[in-house]
Structure formats: C-alpha cells, structure tokens
C-alpha cells in the first residue's frame, strides 16, 4: 500500500511540477538563460517539505497513519515536484543538530556532484548521437 501512496503522489507532484514549471517560464521567459521554472518549483517544494514534515509530525495521531501521509506527500508528491525538497530538508535538520561542517559538505558535495552527473549524461547522450 506505501508503494501506492508513494506512485499516487508522485504522479501528482510531477504534473504539478510541470506545471508550475511552465507557467513560470512562459511568464518570465528563461530571462538570460536563468532557470526561473525550476528555481521556483525547487524553492515551493523546499517550503512545502519543511512545512509537511513537521505539520506531519505535530498533528498526525499514529505512527501508521503518518507514515501513510507522509510516503504521500513527502515522498511522492514532493519528490515528484522537486527532489531538491530532501536535500533542502535534510540539510536542515543536519544544521539544526549542530553539525554544520556536514551540512556545508552536503551543500557542497550535491551541487558539484549534480551539476557534474548531469554534464557527464549529457556528454555520454552527445557521444552516442
């Protein structure tokens, strides 16, 4: 059943992703070759994450139930509309534990490890056309 919450969610947060992505970009227009779809998308999944995981936390009765809610909306519907929502998250919690030295490394590592993935796809889907 989690894995029905999970696709359920994921399929939502995806549309909605697209959505909002386009809206933004036919809006404002790539502006000078910046991201503003994606960065907006990101930055409303980060505020919604934050907001859904303690909301969760705070005003679910059951471990059961949100568990549930949470596979729905966190990791489905947010994680369909931005995966940046975790980082952000997790990121978060690691500096609010006080942990700050692997907070930038998380920072850090993700923005260079990502940007460097995805010029290697890139250049792996070049050679192959």
């Known amino acids: 059943m989690q894995l029905l919450y ?6 939502v947060g ?3 992703r697209f959505i909002v992505s386009s809206a933004m970009m036919h809006r404002y227009g790539y502006n ?3 991201p503003i779809g994606t960065l907006t998308v990101n930055a409303v999944g980060s505020f919604c994450i934050g ?5 969760i936390q705070h005003h679910v009765a059951g471990q059961a139930a ?3 809610l949470r596979s729905f909306v966190i990791v489905g519907l947010l994680g369909g509309f931005t995966t940046f929502s ?3 998250l ?7 534990s006080g942990l700050w030295s692997k907070a930038l490394l998380n920072i850090i590592l993700s923005l260079l490890v990502c940007i460097i993935a995805a010029a290697a796809g ?3 889907a070049r050679f192959t056309t």
């Open 6 to 11: 999970i696709a359920l969610g994921g399929a």
């Open 14 to 16: 995806s549309v909605c």
């Open 32 to 34: 000078a070759g910046f």
């Open 51 to 55: 907001l859904s995981f303690l909301m």
């Open 66 to 68: 949100q568990d549930q």
């Open 86 to 88: 975790a980082f952000s």
């Open 90 to 96: 997790e990121t978060l919690q690691l500096l609010e």
């Open 122 to 124: 890139m250049a792996v």
